[in-house]
Structure formats: C-alpha cells, structure tokens
C-alpha cells in the first residue's frame, strides 16, 4: 500500500495530449489597444500659464521700504478695457460686443504704455468677475507677446471708490 498525498492517478505527461493556447486574440487586441492609446496621446496637450497674484496686497504687507511701486494693471469690464496705473486712467477701450474685445488696440497701448511704466517687465489683470476666462487669457497672451515677463492676476469691482 502506498501513502500518497494525491488521491487521483495520474497520467504521465508523455501520453497527455498537449493542448495549445490560443493567443492571437489577446495580442490582436493589445495591437488595436496600444495604437488607441498613442493615437490619443497626439490630441491631448497640457498647457501651463504661469501667473502671479499681486505681492503688495494681502494682511502681511511689508511697509517697511516705503510705497509699493506702482505697476501697470489692465482692467477688464464688459463695457471698456483699461489701462490703469496706479489711480490713473491711461487708455479706455470700448468694448463693442461681449465676443469683440479691442485685442489690437489693446496691443498696441500696453507695447506704449511699458515704455513709460517704472516697473517694465510685470503688469496685473484685474477683470470683473463676469468676464469669460478666455477673454483673460488672451489678454495673458497679450501681454507677454508686447514684453511683459510677469503677470499678475486680480480682480476689480464695479466701482473702484465702494469697497467691496
């Protein structure tokens, strides 16, 4: 009598009948996956703005060195886009439709106003909160293409002497 820990007889692998696994499908649909996944790959772009809150705001502000130096701020309402410095209005932009911001003349003010800026390489957006982000955007794009390094981003109110 024999002791086994298997129970069934088994058969010796030289007289099984050797079955073959039928991969082909498998590899034809990781071929049809892996050209989906890099096909995609093409139509998807990350892109990255980089922007700047304003460093002389906020309840830490440093007033140790005197006055914050005035930069240029570009204000973006429904009815008019400005350009702003300090407390002063440098150039009024009337807007025409919600979709037909003056995007040329706005190019062609900020490349003569950053001439004349203290500050020639940072400028802040400050648009309502109405406006659509693209708008803002471009603006973004606006300013960097006419030399600005820095971008600053804000908000503006309806009427700037009413706090909030």
Do not use: W
């Not at 892109?47 to 906020?58: D, K, S």
């Not at 309840?59 to 429904?78: A, H, Y």
């Not at 003569?112 to 693209?134: G, H, N």
């Amino acid at each position: 009598m024999k002791l086994s820990l298997f129970k069934q007889n088994r058969v010796p692998s030289d007289t099984m009948d050797e079955n073959e696994i039928d991969i082909a499908p498998v590899m034809n649909m990781f071929i049809i996956l892996v050209t989906f996944l890099v096909s995609m790959a093409v139509f998807t772009h990350m892109a990255i703005l980089e922007f700047t809150l304003p460093p002389n705001v906020g309840t830490n502000l440093d007033l140790s060195k005197g006055k914050p130096k005035v930069k240029i701020t570009i204000r973006l309402g429904s009815d008019y886009c400005g350009i702003v410095m300090g407390e002063k209005l440098l150039d009024s932009l009337p807007v025409t439709d919600t979709a037909n911001y003056p995007f040329s003349a706005l190019r062609t003010q900020l490349a003569l106003r950053r001439k004349e800026a203290t500050i020639q390489d940072e400028v802040v957006i400050a648009p309502l909160d109405a406006i659509a982000f693209k708008q803002v955007v471009k603006v973004m794009d606006i300013a960097r293409e006419t030399g600005f390094e820095r971008v600053g981003l804000s908000s503006a109110t309806l009427d700037p002497g009413v706090a909030k």
